[in-house]
């Protein structure tokens, strides 16, 4: 039977973007109503993704979040943007992993004040089990914890908004705008695994415009969307390359080797050292400076991975020399672009069984596609 696959929301643009660029060969299929899906494949494995854009704000995440649902009939579900902090420990570029949702708006106006009357909603046992022991394993810096939804852009810590979710969820660690509505339609279908992951983008306190001119929208999504790449891939189960089976680890998001098993006639879609398919989707219109920033981070991600054993030595000295031969093309004026692609490739082929490696990797591969 043909596995099932991950369903995956975001909200924003910034957000699609930053999860289709993990998709390899994507194709559109759009619903009777006009909602567009993007399916493909996750790089570096078999499992399949269907993305959707869903907008702002609770109701429409929800009547989206169950239209996907029907569509596809996913093993489960993901939502995936950014949020604001709502404690001091979380830092910007943080990742949050809801263990509940709030529906924070929920209340009765009485007449000696507003009670509070909340929906929560628990994130599954086993796909916060799959979660956490991911997390161990990533080089992001990854909390679990509550993340309170509403109707509102919180930014501000003395508004009566800012008040009344510090006293009645000041457990919340983020706060956003279309888990409820998400996590409500899992809850209606049959009790659909649904997780949402959120990068901390801002602290909701007043300082938004700074932090969102500072780019930290752009940055935090990278590593949420790279985490929920890792998480799809165990959520779709063993039959799509994911969940541990026969002694298996599961596939990481950093550190730890990827192994693909196939026995009987099961098959694998991508194994060490071969990549087959495509791996772009369009070709915007990028500079070098956003390039040469995320290479620089995934040449700090590459040696995290060689010091921790994740690339045997053979392959770490052939992707360093890789990685040698990208920098050298990209610093010439014009950019060898036939050079820097080969090496690309060839560099993806050795990190393919790391799967945040593979998975930024492919995100600079569609960016260097778009260059001129």
Do not use: C
């Not at 022991?133 to 679990?144: D, V």
């Not at 002694?247 to 098993?261: D, F, K, Q, S």
């Not at 620089?296 to 994740?310: K, P």
């Amino acid at each position: 039977m043909k596995p099932r696959p991950i369903v995956i929301l975001t909200a924003l643009d910034l957000e699609y973007r930053a999860v289709s660029k993990m998709l390899v060969d994507p194709e559109v299929r759009t619903h009777e109503h006009g909602t567009r899906f993007e399916v493909g494949r996750l790089a570096g494995s078999g499992v399949e993704v269907a993305l959707a854009l869903v907008g702002k704000g609770t109701h429409p995440a929800a009547v989206l979040t169950e239209r996907a649902i029907g569509e596809f009939a996913p093993a489960a579900l993901i939502f995936v943007g950014i949020a604001g902090a709502l404690h001091s420990h979380i830092a910007l570029g943080d990742v949050v992993v809801a263990t509940h949702i709030y529906a924070y708006h929920g209340g009765t106006s009485e007449d000696d004040g507003t009670k509070s009357r909340p929906r929560v909603w628990e994130t599954s046992h086993r796909a916060d089990q799959i979660a956490r022991h991911l997390a161990r394993h990533s080089s992001a810096r990854i909390h679990f914890g509550p993340i309170a939804a509403g109707e509102m852009v919180l930014n501000s810590k003395v508004s009566a908004q800012a008040r009344w979710v510090r006293e009645h969820y000041n457990d919340a660690l983020a706060i956003e705008m279309e888990g409820a509505g998400v996590a409500q339609a899992g809850h209606l279908s049959g009790g659909l695994p649904v997780v949402v992951v959120r990068g901390i983008s801002d602290r909701a306190d007043g300082t938004k415009e700074t932090t969102d001119r500072n780019r930290w929208q752009q940055k935090a999504i990278v590593d949420a969307a790279t985490f929920a790449a890792a998480l799809a891939v165990e959520l779709a189960g063993p039959a799509a390359g994911g969940s541990r089976r026969n002694g298996e680890r599961p596939m990481t998001t950093a550190n730890l080797t990827v192994h693909n098993i196939a026995s009987d006639n099961a098959w694998v879609g991508v194994q060490a050292g071969q990549v087959y398919g495509g791996v772009s989707i369009g070709a915007a219109q990028h500079d070098t400076g956003d390039l040469a920033e995320l290479l620089a981070d995934f040449h700090r991600r590459l040696g995290h991975a060689g010091e921790a054993g994740a690339l045997d030595e053979d392959d770490f000295a052939a992707a360093e020399a890789e990685l040698s031969i990208v920098h050298k093309s990209l610093a010439q004026s014009p950019p060898d672009l036939r050079t820097l692609k080969t090496a690309l490739k060839r560099l993806l082929g050795l990190v393919s069984e790391v799967t945040e490696l593979a998975t930024r990797l492919t995100a600079i591969i569609h960016l260097v596609r778009g260059l001129q």
